[in-house]
């Protein structure tokens, strides 16, 4: 069994594509119209072929809570995985990326945390 698409709720699809493609520099894999939202998913440039990331709006009440409280209580929604940290983070914030917290040692990780400026905290790490 593998992991396909995983998700993340965002507030704004067209605003979520934009920062994930722009500012991250995850490449767009699908955008196709799926009822009144698109189903639009994001890869890694490194692996295009490998799992996609869902920008899931958050139009159900339940999903809008659970993104508003996880934020609110600074609880980042996933990780993604760089080679190295200080490097990512510098590229990042020239990139207008607002980081809740810098690289940070925590034993045999290192990690930090951005706002995706679409309702979510996103932690970064280097194992």
Not at 85 to 110: A, C, S, W
Request: aromatic share 8%.
């Amino acid at each position: 069994m593998d992991i396909i698409v995983t998700s993340i709720f965002v507030e704004d699809q067209d605003k979520a594509l934009k920062f994930y493609t722009e500012a991250l520099g995850f490449v767009k894999k699908h955008d196709v119209p799926a009822g009144e939202a698109r189903w639009i998913t994001v890869v890694s440039p490194n692996e295009q072929d490998g799992p996609e990331l869902l920008l899931e709006p958050n139009g159900h009440p339940a999903a809008k809570e659970y993104q508003e409280k996880l934020f609110a209580d600074g609880i980042p929604v996933t990780m993604f995985g760089v080679e190295n940290i200080h490097e990512e983070y510098e590229r990042l914030m020239q990139n207008g990326v607002t980081f809740t917290m810098k690289p940070t040692d925590m034993g045999d990780i290192t990690l930090a945390v951005f706002d995706d400026t679409c309702g979510n905290l996103i932690q970064i790490i280097q194992q």
